[in-house]
């Protein structure tokens, strides 16, 4: 058995009473279905200063890149995301997705603007703890 860890940087417009209580709901079901496929996640709430300072997450050279739609709003810096990282067409760029705050609608608005700039990312989206699809 191989256990591969994700280190998966997460953005969303953060408001509200009870949000992140909400979030960590969600980042719990991601965690449960990669579990079930032998895979380690954790999360990290991190910003673009963060990234462009070299932390851990920035100065990674990865296979793919994969990041959490967390909630609607997040589409700015998921792209800003994306050009500070420099990614490619020739890196994988996987978009996580939940059913609620609008993370599925951001999701597919990241990827029409990532497919502008050449860069064409899959969506996994989460229906339920036991579900995850993946849309484009």
């Known amino acids: 058995k191989i256990e591969l860890k994700l280190t998966i940087p997460s953005f969303g417009m ?34 673009m200063k963060e990234i462009k300072e070299n932390s851990p997450i920035g100065s990674q050279s990865p296979l793919f890149e994969i990041v959490l739609s967390a909630t609607g709003g997040s589409e700015k810096l998921i792209l800003e995301y994306s050009k500070a990282r420099k990614c490619s067409k020739d890196l994988p760029f996987i ?42």
């Open 14 to 47: 953060m408001a509200g009473e009870g949000m992140d209580s909400k979030l960590d709901e969600v980042y719990e079901q991601f965690t449960g279905i990669f579990k079930a496929y032998e895979i380690g996640v954790t999360f990290v709430k991190t910003t």
């Open 95 to 136: 978009i996580l997705t939940h059913k609620d705050l609008n993370s599925l609608a951001a999701g597919l608005e990241i990827s029409s603007k990532l497919k502008r700039e050449g860069i064409f990312p899959h969506i996994f989206h989460l229906t339920s703890t036991e579900s995850i699809y993946l849309l484009a």
